[in-house]
């Protein structure tokens, strides 16, 4: 599409990527580390540098101040999460309990039901056994 081979940036294409590219001066390698040590110096002071007129001792009242806020600040939100982790398992443990609660319910209901379909069985053996014996002494008796 006229930009280049796949994966080239911008409208032109790449160079090939030789020893001769890869390898840089000594001088150019030097002064990259320099650059890049006075970088991360610098950033690290920046952190520490404060333009305010505060003393040092100020500073680090302030520092201990806000430091301490933030500890408060942060037990109160563990704190808000630990009430509302044992909300959550105090609801499930509720939960359990009521399913635990039907089941039993259901168990109970079942053994019932069993127990009355076992003497409903017995039942219908007797009837069975007490209509059986007179057609048998009837067949019987018409048999010989």
Request: glycine fraction near 6%.
């Amino acid at each position: 599409s006229g930009r280049g081979e796949a994966g080239s940036r911008g409208p032109f294409p790449q160079k090939p990527v030789t020893m001769a590219t890869i390898v840089k001066p000594d001088e150019y390698i030097n002064k990259r580390k320099k650059e890049a040590k006075n970088e991360t110096s610098g950033t690290a002071q920046l952190g520490f540098e404060k333009n305010d007129p505060i003393p040092e001792s100020s500073q680090k009242c302030y520092k201990n101040d806000t430091l301490e806020t933030i500890l408060k600040d942060t037990g109160k939100e563990i704190n808000a999460l630990l009430s509302k982790y044992a909300q959550v398992l105090s609801e499930r443990t509720a939960v359990d309990a009521s399913y635990v609660e039907e089941l039993e319910r259901i168990l109970k209901e079942a053994y019932s039901i069993e127990h009355h379909l076992k003497l409903k069985r017995d039942n219908l053996r007797h009837s069975f056994a007490a209509i059986a014996g007179p057609l048998q002494n009837e067949e019987g008796v018409s048999g010989k």
